[in-house]
């Protein structure tokens, strides 16, 4: 940040200025770089290994589903740091970079596929934290069996009491979260390394050997990419704190570090976990898959401590979401996305009706435990399939803007435009390339989740005394999610054991 050492009248400027500290009380980089990593960094991690192999991908797929990611996810985490330095005025977040370049009824989806990818989040991680505590606790079987969804039902509605008390963040909370996320990983990877359970001639194996050897290589690409997405969801979180920094040059540079850091424990869990066991074996693991390297690793004691983790993590993180489910919603309606009703708050501040309409969903995907096979997998595949279009469009839009707006960047980022514009491009191409992972059946079914949606657009529309499905774009973006939609209940209703 380039600063002047004398102002026009000739007085000096202050110290902190001159020092480029735009917030002497705020954050320095270390604890930026720290707190970005606990905001991505989530239950994804204790299960990547197991979930890889499932989808019967050979080690080079996997591989290479990382390398794919790790370019694209830092397109896409360069997309919202640039976003909130070009564009600091949009205040709405994901969904109102939709709504300024695609109209309102894109930018309304963008905030529904939001709120529907983060309650999912909440149902998946109910299913692996039940799954885990079936360790210690059998009665809970593979984890979502009638008393997981009991108990799940509890944690989430006693959270949403919470909550509505007022309790937005609990710093105690925060620090078990983080404790319980990072020792626990740091303990299995060293482990694994000195006691000499990682070993070379069973990864070099697993290097052309899935668990599923009769699929192609782009198929089994195509398994693994939504397991690296997956453990990624929440990079847009990384910049919610750029506010809060002491020094606004170190956000970019907290971000670039958290995301290599973060990449790096994902890598050595993946790859250490695949010199441990034959990808076939690590395909059938319960959830955690971790719990169950460790246990094969190091012995039972490795098991307990990562199943144990996973539950005080899990326990944290549901709260942590409870939060985020209820105030996306919020956010959107008090933005004028959604309709009124959502932005009505009790008088400890909290937005009790969106609380209860997101748990009430919740509740709903619960239950179906009881009545498919869907398992944890499947509900963090919907998660990260539904907040696609949410990165889809905010990479479009800073692309657009950069192409557009090239002298909105000056001052405010560093870098040539042509290096701006080249991470929008590669970010809306990852985003495209991820609904391809997702599979065509992937992408309808999840256009069944947008229905709903459509009710509540027009519904708040009419409330604002606002005209809706004005433009060309908006009438087929509605056609497709509708045909698509029906396709899904066909689908359904036709194919047995779809989900």
Do not use: H
């Amino acid at each position: 940040m380039s600063t002047e050492s004398m102002t026009t009248t000739g007085a000096a400027v202050p110290q902190a200025a001159a020092d480029g500290v735009t917030n002497p009380k705020g954050i320095g980089l270390f604890r930026m770089v720290t707190t970005v990593i606990t905001l991505i960094v989530g239950a994804g991690v204790f299960s990547l290994s197991g979930d890889a192999a499932a989808g019967g991908a050979s080690g080079w797929a996997i591989l290479t589903a990382w390398g794919i990611s790790a370019i694209g996810v830092f397109c896409l985490v360069m997309t919202f740091f640039a976003l909130s330095r070009v564009k600091p005025d949009l205040k709405g977040g994901i969904y109102t970079y939709a709504a300024t370049g695609f109209g309102d009824f894109l930018g309304f989806n963008s905030a529904w596929g939001y709120w529907i990818s983060a309650l999912l989040c909440t149902v998946s991680f109910s299913a692996l934290l039940f799954g885990a505590l079936s360790y210690f606790f059998p009665i809970f079987g593979n984890g979502t069996n009638l008393y997981a969804v009991i108990g799940a039902s509890c944690i989430i509605w006693f959270y949403a009491f919470l909550v509505s008390r007022g309790i937005s963040e609990v710093t105690l909370i925060n620090a078990v979260i983080t404790i319980s996320k990072f020792v626990p990983l740091l303990i299995g990877i060293i482990a694994i390394i000195f006691i000499g359970a990682f070993k070379p001639d069973i990864f070099i194996a697993n290097l052309t050997t899935g668990a599923d050897p009769s699929l192609a290589f782009v198929d089994q690409v195509q398994t693994a990419m939504m397991v690296t997405i997956w453990v990624f969801i929440g990079i847009e979180g990384a910049v919610a704190i750029s506010g809060r920094a002491k020094k606004a040059k170190d956000v970019g540079k907290a971000t670039i570090i958290a995301f290599i850091c973060v990449l790096t424990l994902y890598l050595t869990v993946s790859i250490l976990s695949m010199g441990v066991m034959p990808l076939s074996e690590l395909a059938n693991l319960e959830n955690p898959a971790l719990a169950y390297v460790m246990q094969a690793a190091v012995g039972d004691w490795g098991a307990v401590l990562i199943n144990f983790a996973v539950s005080l993590s899990l326990i944290g993180a549901m709260l942590g979401y409870t939060v985020l489910a209820s105030e996306s919603p919020f956010e959107a309606a008090e933005e004028g996305v959604f309709i009124r009703a959502f932005a009505k708050t009790n008088d400890k501040g909290a937005p009790v009706v969106t609380l209860v309409v997101t748990n009430i969903i919740i509740e709903l995907f619960l239950i179906t435990w009881l009545f498919t096979d869907s398992t944890y997998q499947f509900f963090y595949t919907l998660s990260a399939g539904m907040i696609l279009l949410p990165y889809l469009l905010s990479a479009a839009y800073f692309a657009k803007v950069a192409f557009k707006e090239p002298d909105a960047f000056k001052g405010r980022l560093n870098g040539p435009i042509l290096m701006w514009r080249i991470l929008g491009c590669v970010g809306v191409v990852y985003s495209l390339f991820l609904s391809w992972a997702a599979g065509v059946l992937g992408v309808i079914l999840m256009c069944l989740l947008y229905v709903p949606g459509i009710l509540m657009y027009i519904w708040g529309k009419r409330e604002r005394g606002e005209k809706y499905f004005q433009s060309t774009l908006d009438k087929v973006v509605l056609v497709i999610i509708v045909a698509a939609a029906c396709l899904s209940i066909f689908l359904l209703v036709t194919t047995p054991g779809l989900v």
